[in-house]
């Protein structure tokens, strides 16, 4: 049975927002979890398939990815993962939807200031709003 599906930047820290951004992406990310110990684990993401052992004695496995193997910017990314124990019994797949945002925002506008871009002093007085 898989028992966890972490996506992480650091194996055992855990990422509260399912969230690849840009630096995380870079630095790459290992999966985590946990599940039957010595299960063989196969982990599937964006339709390829890895697969790693779970550790003989505490069931804990990890899977780095590198950035070029993280899959390109989605809104859904999901991560699917099964164990197969030594009699060669399949856990159901246990998911994790991540998204995948790499791209930063595009640049804040700003309005004319005081209709010209000039503040006067009696609109320095009365204040002036910013808008965008």
């Known amino acids: 049975m898989?028992?966890?599906l972490v996506p992480s930047t650091n194996p055992g820290a855990t990422p509260a927002n399912n969230i690849i951004n840009a630096a995380e992406k870079a630095a790459g990310v290992t999966l985590t979890g946990s599940a039957e110990a010595g299960s063989s684990i196969a982990i599937t993401w964006d339709g390829k398939t890895r697969?790693?052992?779970a550790d003989a004695s505490t069931g804990a496995w990890a899977l780095?990815?590198?950035a070029a193997q993280i899959p390109?910017?989605?809104a859904?990314?999901?991560i699917s993962v099964t164990s197969t124990d030594l009699a060669g019994n399949v856990s159901t797949p246990v998911t994790r939807s991540v998204v995948i945002d790499t791209l930063?925002?595009?640049a804040p506008a700003i309005n004319t200031v005081a209709g010209n871009n000039i503040?006067?002093?009696a609109e320095k007085t009365a204040g002036?709003?910013?808008s965008g």
């Open 128 to 130: 002036i709003t910013l």
């Open 51 to 53: 697969f790693t052992t």
């Open 2 to 4: 898989v028992g966890a």
């Open 104 to 106: 930063a925002p595009s």
């Open 76 to 78: 859904s990314s999901v």
């Open 64 to 66: 780095s990815y590198s």
């Open 119 to 121: 503040v006067n002093a």
């Open 72 to 74: 390109a910017d989605a």
